[in-house]
């Protein structure tokens, strides 16, 4: 089982609608991200936070709002979101940013979210 | 700029054959890093292998192995005696090495192998 955890699994919401995604983890990584996937394609990384402060923004539009409560908290703010944002959103953590040794980036279960 | 190439966007195969999944890599850098992960219809993306760019040993983890080459840039991935269960989008990934004020962040993914595994 993974030990990222995202809620919930499944999300429908309407283009006016405000809603969130919520990521869990207790490995005490120090970076989490946010990925965006559609079908059929690979990730495409949207936030990095390292040490609870944004240091990444894939130039995302802002009707998505990522927050970092805690070490262990991140979410992922949903308002005015368009048919085409549908897709399954995916948490991830890793002891730090950058890939040195023993830096692994996990992946969570995922966020399947559907605008209509 | 780094890119990941998976050239095989599908593969079908009979249960218990063996069955190689390609990946070819570029990057500038000399330090990098080289991943694999499944990804089955649930969605989670599960950690298979993480090679760093001084180890080229090829590791065998009970049916899955790996073969990095640097010469030909390649980190092909192969399943031994495939079994249902292993059907399943599979990615191979790049990171760079951290650089100095925090460094490259995330994973440049392959457009991913679909391997279909029938009974």
């Known amino acids: 089982d993974t030990e990222v955890t995202q809620t919930p699994k499944h999300l429908v919401m309407g283009m006016t609608n405000k809603k969130s995604l919520k990521c869990e983890q207790h490995?005490?990584?120090?970076?989490m991200y946010w990925y965006k996937q559609k079908a059929k394609k690979p990730p495409e990384l949207m936030f990095v936070y390292s040490y609870e402060k944004l240091s990444i923004n894939e130039s995302v539009p802002s009707r998505f709002s990522p927050e970092c409560p805690n070490s262990s908290l991140l979410n992922l703010h949903l308002h005015a979101l368009q048919p085409e944002d549908s897709a399954l959103y995916l948490c991830?953590?890793?002891?730090?940013?950058?890939?040195?040794?023993?830096?692994?980036?996990?992946f969570g279960e995922g966020s399947w979210l559907t605008v209509v | 700029a780094q890119k990941v190439t998976q050239a095989q966007t599908e593969i079908s195969v009979v249960e218990k054959e063996d069955v190689t999944l390609d990946c070819v890599y570029e990057?500038?850098?000399?330090?990098?890093?080289l991943f694999w992960y499944k990804q089955p219809p649930s969605g989670e993306l599960v950690f298979l292998i993480r090679r760093n760019s001084f180890d080229e040993q090829n590791e065998i983890s009970g049916r899955y192995s790996w073969n990095f080459q640097k010469s030909t840039s390649s980190f092909n991935f192969t399943i031994t005696a495939s079994q249902v269960v292993d059907s399943a989008v599979y990615f191979c990934a790049l990171s760079e090495a951290e650089r100095s004020g925090g460094g490259a962040d995330g994973l440049t993914f392959g457009k991913g192998t679909h391997l279909i595994i029938q009974p």
């Open positions: 991830a953590s890793s002891h730090r940013t950058g890939t040195g040794p023993g830096n692994t980036i996990y």
């Open positions: 490995m005490g990584h120090r970076a």
């Open positions: 990057t500038r850098d000399t330090t990098y890093y």
